[in-house]
Structure formats: structure tokens, C-alpha cells
């Protein structure tokens, strides 16, 4: 139908006559002259209609913004003084001398150049968001991304595999999606919270490299980096270590950037433990490009008579930090109790502060109303030890470690978004040595920090029963300004060891042979020592794209409400239907009656 795309035509085509397709950006009238910005995949070109070409000016004048139009016409440079830089074929323009109206199009909803469009707007007309330059790029950059991580895989020698979308439900991760079983009657599948066990299978297969890019399911609280279904690039190896794992992913992301943004990243990539990750940070996915760091002064104000420190500091489980910010001196009151209301989000009670006005004068030289509690020696350890100059400002965190690092982290953040002390660029960087376990005080019980098939340190195995608390992890992140992109481990190839590990984690024999038996059983067959880890494609694209929220590099996305205003799903289903799946629906009280979802059965 065309001859070439809207985007492509320049200089090197003048004289050339062209047939193209696209839709009507924007047409002009200019006093007798027709001109309509033609619009395909490929970008803008200017077409022009003149009244002497009778049967092409009369139909253009008919012509609104987004018809389907095709347009055949001669290349030729636009006139002197009407050039447009700003786009590839701005120097050229096809004077028309046919056209066909391909379809029409009702009035939009809302215009393409609309800054302030609403999002439940977008997602109700997500066909026609998708036709801005903003969300075509997005899309695109995306296809771009997968396609060289693809690339890069298939170098290396991995084969891609696909694996069930329809499986087992399995305890210790998020939410399953369940999907009742029509031949079964009682009994569901569970969509794939991820590939984790199939890829452990195939590495007992011997397929030794493997990758996919899965869709993944969770049925958890929505956030801007999370939605219910999900794109993860899921990777698995046998017959590396973690070193060995690390050294590749890291090749796999620096030729990423480098293909697709034209950017290098650093060779080698930083590692952080995650002790220290939360010691000068507070997170285990720290973003970098903030300069500011926490320090410990515990030790320092252990005997103080201020108890809002001194209980936290005399307890095991507690933590007292400092967060110097410089030249934080200059906030006012208000902006600092604005902070102390953005602490308390995070469950802190208050946010203590010390103002330097001259640090030479030690206490003189400061303004603090806890300075009266604290002795001089721990005004003077707390100047060392945080770097203090004049016109510093001192933040303070004290409770329990989650509590401190949680507040302070998040004012970390806030600080340096608001201070501009957050640099531009790109600074990724591994996290490692994870604990293996972490203490639920609600389930009374200890649950896997990462997943229950990670592999325990080779010097902490004996402790997986014993001390399941100092256990530490064969587990690594890979995190990005402040993001975790991507999440692994090696993983347990023993069965005697994954056993002893699932009685760690109250999985009691009879239910770890229901849930796990398969893979239980595998184990004894020749398993390969193995590792793997799977990236975020819709975070990564983000991060790549500029933009806040992954709804805006997936082409149709779920609300924060986990539903889809454009085809209103979720939505209810015959009772027929019900009954062939031997279902019946119980909705909460309020939904009972004129409610979504309709009457109870």
C-alpha cells in the first residue's frame, strides 16, 4: 500500500514521487493551501495540497486530526525559511496529488499534547495513548532491550525454554493467582509467581544454559515498580559459582547499556555486602548516586541520659545512627519538621537533630535541643565520627534497627531529591552475602529472605538447623539508582541439605513431599551444581525510558487496583460457568448488593 514509511523520506528522495500511509497528526488551512502532518511508525513528514490537484484538496479539506490516510505525491524541499529542525524530514515536504481516506475518526477523547492527561484516562483509551511519540519510544527502546539481552544469551550459548504457565501452587512466596480446574473438580493450578523450579529441573536435564523471558503472576499490593503480571529475563546455569554467575549477568547488562543507550557502565561492576549496604545506607538496594551516608554512634551515647537514645543503644536489636547533610544547617524549622512527619511514616517517633554553627567551639559552636543530655565526649565523637563541618546539619534515628533504617532511609532519599544532592548517570552495583533467613515475629517462625532453594554459604551449612539467624546466603542482587533489576542464587543441589533447609522453615516433612516432592526427588538423580537469577524487564526498560512508573514501558498495564479499566477486567462470569467448575462465589458484605460483582450465590 505504501512505498515508504512517513519518517524515512529526506533529501535523498527529492523528485522521487512516494505513496504513503499514516495517520493525520495535524492539519493546517493556509489560505487556500491544505497541509497535514502524515504520521506512521516510523515518524512526521509534512504533506502538502494545492487547490490545482482538485480531487486530492477537495478530499483534504475534509481531512481531521487521526484519519487513516493515503497519500501519493512528489518529494521536494520545503520552502526557504519553513525548514523544521526538530524533526529527520524537516527539509522536505510531498506535494500531494492523490489522496484516499483509508478511515475516518471520531473526535478523541483527549489530544496527544495533552501534559496533564489523567491516567485512568490513558488506560481507559490505552490504544490511543499508545499512539504518542512519548509511549511509541518507550515500547520500542523496550523491544530494544530484550532484543540485545537476547542476543547477548544466544552468544554465550543458552538455549531458550519455555515452562508451564499453568502449575502448582507452592508456599513461601508472595500470592498465587489460582485457576480452578474444570477436569479436577476441587482442585486448582497456580499461575507462576516464577519459573524457579522448572528451570532447577532443566538444569538436572542437562540443558546446562537457559533462559527465558517469562511472565511471571503475583497477587500482592501494587506499587509504581510492581504490577500483577510481569515480564522477568529468567537465567539459570550449571557448573558456575556465584563469582561465575556475577561475571556474566554483569557482561549481559554492561553490553546491554552500551547497545541501547550508547552508555558504559563500570567494569567491573561494585559489590556491596549487604551488612554494609544497610550500615552506610540503611537498604540493600542503595542508590549511589546520593552521597549521603548513615554512621553508627550506638557506642557513643550508650550511657547518656537521653533514654530516647540510650534504651535503643543499649538493645541488641536496636540501632542509633547519624545522617550528616551538608549545609543542611540552612533548612528552617518547618522544613525540618516536614521531615520529621516524613519519618514518622516509617514508624520513627520523632527525628532528633543537631544544627553546627561552628564546629572549632565544640558544644558553644552547636544548637540542639538534646545537646543538654549527651556529654562532651559524645558531642565530640559524634563531630568525628560523622565529618561535621560548618553549616552541617546532623540527622538522628534511634529504635529498632527496622525502624532506624527504614525512617533514615527514606529520609536518605527525600534529602537528596530535595536538596539536589542526587547526581545524574548510572550507578549499579551488586549486593551480596545475604542472610539466608530472617525471623517472622507474626508467624513466629523463620522465613527465606530470598526463596527457600537458595544455597546456605559452604562454612555457615552446618548452622542452617542450629543458627538459622547467622546463616548467610550464596544469594546476589544486582541493584541500579536505588532499583533492584535483577535477584539470584545458587541454588541447593542436595536433596539431604533442601530437606534440612525446609525444616528450617516449619516445611514439616509430609507437606515439603505434597509441595516439593518432585523436586525432592530430582535432587537424587545426578543434580548439577547450579545458579541462576532473573532481571526485571519492565523496571530495567523504565529505568532506561526516564520514566517513574512501569505501567509506562508496558503496552497495557493493570491500575494499582489490579484491574483494567480498558476491557474492565477483572469481571464476573456466568453462573453456568461456575458450575462447571464447581465453584461458588461468597463476595464480603459490601459487595453483596449494587455493589461490583453482583449478588451472592
Known amino acids: 500500500m505504501r512505498s515508504h514509511y512517513c519518517g524515512e523520506v529526506n533529501e535523498s528522495h527529492i523528485g522521487q514521487t512516494v505513496t504513503l500511509c499514516g495517520w493525520a497528526h495535524r492539519r493546517r488551512d493556509h489560505g487556500g493551501v491544505i497541509f497535514v502532518d502524515l504520521r506512521d511508525r516510523a515518524g512526521l513528514l509534512q504533506t502538502v495540497f494545492d487547490p490545482d490537484q482538485r480531487e486530492a484538496f477537495a478530499l483534504a479539506e475534509g481531512v481531521r486530526n487521526e484519519y487513516v490516510l493515503r497519500v501519493t505525491g512528489q518529494v521536494r524541499h520545503r520552502p526557504p525559511g519553513t525548514e523544521n529542525p526538530h524533526l529527520s524530514t524537516g527539509k522536505v515536504e510531498v506535494a500531494a496529488s492523490a489522496l484516499e481516506i483509508l478511515n475516518r475518526s471520531e473526535p478523541l477523547p483527549f489530544q496527544h499534547d495533552d501534559s496533564e492527561l489523567s491516567e485512568p484516562v490513558r488506560l481507559r483509551y490505552r490504544y490511543l495513548d499508545l499512539r504518542r511519540d512519548v509511549m511509541q519510544r518507550n515500547l520500542r527502546l523496550r523491544h530494544r532491550a530484550v532484543k540485545s539481552l537476547r542476543a547477548f544469551l544466544e552468544q554465550q550459548g543458552f538455549t531458550e525454554i519455555e515452562t508451564p504457565i499453568l502449575t502448582k501452587s507452592t508456599p513461601e512466596g508472595a500470592r498465587d493467582y489460582l485457576v480452578p480446574s474444570r477436569t479436577h473438580p476441587g482442585r486448582f493450578f497456580a499461575l507462576p509467581q516464577s519459573p524457579q523450579l522448572f528451570k532447577q529441573l532443566l538444569m538436572m536435564s542437562g540443558f546446562e544454559r537457559y533462559y527465558q523471558f517469562a511472565r511471571c503472576f503475583r497477587d500482592e499490593d501494587l506499587r509504581a515498580d510492581r504490577q500483577p503480571e510481569f515480564t522477568q529475563l529468567d537465567i539459570e546455569t550449571s557448573f558456575l559459582d556465584e563469582q561465575g554467575v556475577m561475571s556474566l549477568m554483569e557482561a549481559m547488562i554492561r553490553s546491554l547499556f552500551r547497545t541501547v543507550l550508547n552508555v558504559d557502565l563500570p567494569d567491573p561492576i561494585p559489590r556491596l555486602s549487604y551488612a554494609e549496604a544497610i550500615r552506610r545506607f540503611a537498604s540493600d538496594k542503595p542508590d549511589l548516586r546520593n552521597p549521603l551516608e548513615l554512621v553508627d554512634v550506638a557506642d557513643l551515647v550508650k550511657g547518656c541520659e537521653f533514654k530516647v537514645f540510650a534504651g535503643p543503644a543499649g538493645d541488641p536489636a536496636g540501632r542509633v545512627a547519624a545522617l550528616r547533610v551538608p549545609k543542611g544547617g540552612e533548612l528552617t524549622r518547618s522544613q525540618i519538621d516536614e521531615y520529621t512527619v516524613h519519618v514518622g511514616l516509617f514508624g520513627a517517633k520523632g527525628l532528633a537533630y543537631i544544627k553546627v554553627n561552628d564546629a572549632a567551639k565544640g558544644r558553644e559552636g552547636l544548637q540542639s535541643p538534646i545537646l543538654k543530655f549527651l556529654s562532651d565526649q559524645a558531642i565530640a565523637g559524634i563531630m568525628g565520627r560523622t565529618g561535621a563541618q560548618n553549616g552541617d546539619l546532623i540527622f538522628f534515628g534511634a529504635d529498632k ?44 517462625r523463620f522465613v527465606a529472605l530470598h526463596h527457600p532453594f537458595t544455597a546456605p554459604r559452604a562454612e555457615d551449612e552446618a548452622m542452617v538447623d542450629k543458627d538459622p539467624a547467622n546463616v548467610r546466603a550464596r544469594a546476589y542482587d544486582m541493584v541500579l539508582n536505588g532499583s533492584e533489576i535483577g535477584g539470584g542464587s545458587i541454588r541447593i543441589h542436595r536433596s539431604e541439605l533442601q530437606s534440612r533447609v525446609f525444616s528450617t522453615l516449619g516445611i514439616e516433612e509430609q507437606e515439603a513431599g505434597e509441595k516439593f516432592g518432585f523436586l525432592l526427588e530430582a535432587l537424587k538423580f545426578g543434580a548439577p551444581p547450579h545458579g541462576g537469577i532473573a532481571f526485571g524487564i519492565d523496571r530495567i526498560a523504565a529505568l532506561m525510558a526516564g520514566v517513574d512508573s512501569i505501567r509506562e514501558v508496558i503496552a497495557f498495564p493493570k491500575t ?41 450465590l
Open 401 to 444: 534497627a527496622r525502624v532506624v533504617n527504614d525512617a533514615l532511609g527514606a529520609l536518605r532519599l527525600k534529602l537528596g531529591t530535595d536538596l539536589a544532592l542526587t547526581v545524574s548517570g548510572w550507578k549499579p552495583l551488586w549486593v551480596v552475602d545475604f542472610p539466608m533467613f530472617e525471623f517472622d515475629a507474626e508467624a513466629k
Open 560 to 600: 494499582q487496583k489490579a484491574s483494567c479499566p480498558l476491557t474492565d477486567a477483572p469481571g464476573p462470569v456466568s453462573e453456568a460457568q461456575l458450575r462447571e467448575l464447581s465453584i461458588r462465589v461468597r463476595l464480603p458484605a459490601a459487595e453483596t448488593a449494587g455493589e461490583p460483582g453482583g449478588k451472592k
